[in-house]
């Protein structure tokens, strides 16, 4: 029988990423994947569009959710969810708000700076679902005022520049009790980028059911350390590309696990 892979980190162009739903299914089937989650940030407007293209692949309803713990920045991965919940949608739409008054803000941040765009020209970059400082580095670097996308958050728009502005703080364990709500799988997303391994515990202790393992930012080294701390703490392992559709950077199904992992994820939900 022939080996079936996964990729369980996804973005569409409802949230940050390039690709629209129709071309990541596209995409995924000439990479001879099996099954596919798009993780897009704070929205799930991608999946029905999805499940409407996928027909010999599967689809696992997912999202993304941005918490913050001990100042550090923390994404939780919510798969298997009901993401037609009303409830649960309805939250997502208030954090979609959060998010557009944030870009808001930095663009008057920027304006301040003697740097002239426009919020609309935002909006119209992210063409559709939720906004974020991907959009806006889009726009800057459109308009001459950064030569990279890695410049217009170093430069401006990153945690520490002169232009930021603080998310809406949602912390792990709230993140963590919605994606539970409406029957999700908890993951904690890329644990490498939080650079705080005691963090992980903590986040046990809160309800965290797996960690992404694999992904593609980190030495074969980490990947080592992450698979030694899921087995330490029986987490279920998950990874994926993380692709947003950039060319040549962390293209769909560069990496892929085994699909022998989301059959795990679907026993622990038995076993609720």
């Known amino acids: 029988m022939e080996t079936q892979f996964a990729d369980l980190h996804i973005h569409s162009s409802f949230s940050d990423g390039f690709f629209t739903p129709k071309e990541i299914v596209n995409k995924a089937n000439e990479k001879k994947l099996s099954?596919?989650?798009v993780t897009d940030h704070d929205c799930v407007d991608a999946i029905p569009h999805l499940f409407r293209y996928a027909s010999s692949l599967e689809v696992i309803p997912a999202v993304e959710l941005t918490t913050e713990l001990d100042d550090k920045e923390i994404h939780i991965l919510g798969y298997f969810i009901d993401h037609q919940e009303e409830s649960f949608v309805n939250r997502l739409k208030e954090f979609c708000r959060a998010r557009e008054k944030?870009?808001?803000?930095?663009?008057?941040?920027?304006?301040?700076?003697?740097?002239?765009?426009?919020?609309k020209e935002v909006v119209t970059e992210k063409r559709e679902g939720s906004v974020g400082r991907l959009h806006l580095a889009q726009v800057?670097?459109?308009r001459g005022y950064v030569r990279s996308i890695s410049e217009a958050f170093s430069r401006y728009i990153g945690?520490?520049?002169?232009?930021?502005?603080?998310?809406?703080?949602?912390?792990?364990?709230?993140?963590?009790?919605?994606?539970?709500?409406?029957g999700g799988v908890t993951v904690l997303a890329h644990p490498y980028k939080m650079n705080k391994d005691e963090l992980i515990e903590k986040l046990v202790k809160e309800g965290i059911e797996g960690i992404e393992v694999y992904h593609p930012d980190q030495s074969s080294l980490i990947t080592e350390h992450y698979l030694y701390l899921a087995r330490r703490y029986s987490l279920l392992v998950t990874g994926g590309s993380d692709c947003h559709g950039i060319?040549?950077?962390r293209e769909l199904g560069s990496i892929k696990i085994s699909y022998e992992w989301v059959k795990e994820m679907k026993e622990r939900i038995k076993e609720r």
């Open 35 to 37: 099954c596919i989650a």
């Open 159 to 182: 945690n520490h520049a002169p232009c930021y502005v603080q998310r809406f703080r949602l912390l792990p364990h709230e993140a963590i009790r919605m994606v539970k709500e409406v």
């Open 140 to 142: 800057l670097l459109k």
């Open 102 to 119: 944030r870009i808001y803000r930095m663009v008057e941040k920027l304006n301040a700076f003697g740097i002239n765009i426009d919020y």
């Open 247 to 249: 060319k040549g950077k």
